[in-house]
Structures are given as C-alpha cells and as structure tokens.
C-alpha cells in the first residue's frame, strides 16, 4: 500500500510533536532558570548594599551630628571625625562597585562640606568647622595641638543635612526601598 502525503503528514507531525515539545520544555526551564539566578544575583547585590550601609551610616551620622551641632558631638575630638572620615571612606570606596555611579556625587559633596583635603603630602584633612565653637564643649580634655585641624568655616546645619539627606535616598533607592522625605 502506498504512502499517500496526508499520511507522511500525520506521521511527521506525530514524529516531531515530542521534540517540538521537548525544545519548548528547554526554552521555558532555561528562561526559568536565568529567572532564578537573576533573582538570587539582584538578592545578593541588595544584602551587600544593606551590608555596607550598615557600616557606611553611623559613621556618616556622627560626621554630620559633629557638624550639625547635634546628638553626639561633643564626645567627638577632631581625631575621631578624622578616623571616621577614613572608614568611611575605605567604606565606600571599596563598596561602590555594588552601588550606582549616583552614590559617589553626594557622598564627595559632604566630605568637601566637611573636610578641606589635599592641604599636602602627609597632612591630614581639616576640619571645615571653629575650633572655638568646639573646645567649651568637648566632654574630654582639649589637646590644644588640635586647632590647627580646623579651618574656622561655619555653614548652616541645612546644609550638610541636605547633602546628608541627598545620600541617604540614593542609598535607599539602591536598597529597594522608597526614598526617604527630608
């Protein structure tokens, strides 16, 4: 009995049928499975995020409440805004990679709100705030050698807390989370 084309037709379709799904089946478990590794990327990205914000921002709070005149500063010599500053910097330097090119603008802005760096080879920052706005009120002992750390500027307080705010919804938004009202 000779194969007609109706029946060649039937038995290709039922032959191709499996691999045709097999090929689906792949595609689909395929998509499934990059789906899943982009989730557990975007998942681990998000925890170093939190991870280094967690280490960033108290350092940068007390910074910006030694400037601000608020909380904690009078706890605070000019050498530990200094140290600060430095693990703050190690901080978001080495987490950058993990953050948008957004964070690094804000976070300069404070620190030359802040600090007046680059004074020369082996010279620490200074300190962009009076010393004589400082010394009456520093819990401890006054090391007299610390005023020249100063540079004896005053900016308002809204200023660093606009930059400080600036950075903090940058980190919000990075995390995952709405950004934070001023």
């Known amino acids: 009995m000779p194969w007609d084309s109706l029946e060649l037709s039937k038995l290709a379709i039922q032959a191709a049928t499996p691999v045709v799904a097999i090929g689906i089946a792949y595609r689909i478990n395929r998509a499934i499975e990059q789906f899943k590794h982009t989730q557990w990327r975007n998942q681990k990205l998000i925890e170093r995020r939190i991870a280094a914000y967690d280490t960033i921002s108290p350092e940068l709070n007390d910074i910006i409440c030694y400037y601000a005149y608020i909380g904690r500063w009078k706890e605070f010599s000019p ?104």
């Open 79 to 182: 050498l530990d805004i200094l140290s600060k500053k430095r693990s703050v910097d190690k901080s978001i330097y080495l987490s950058a990679p993990f953050f948008s090119e957004d964070i690094l603008e804000p976070y300069d802005r404070i620190m030359d709100l802040c600090f007046s760096m680059f004074s020369g080879n082996g010279q620490d920052a200074r300190l962009r705030t009076k010393a004589q706005n400082r010394k009456p009120f520093f819990n401890g002992a006054w090391d007299s050698t610390w005023d020249t750390r100063f540079t004896d500027e005053k900016l308002a307080p809204a200023t660093y807390f606009d930059a400080y705010h600036k950075l903090i919804s940058i980190f919000s938004n990075e995390i995952g989370l709405e950004s934070v009202n001023k």
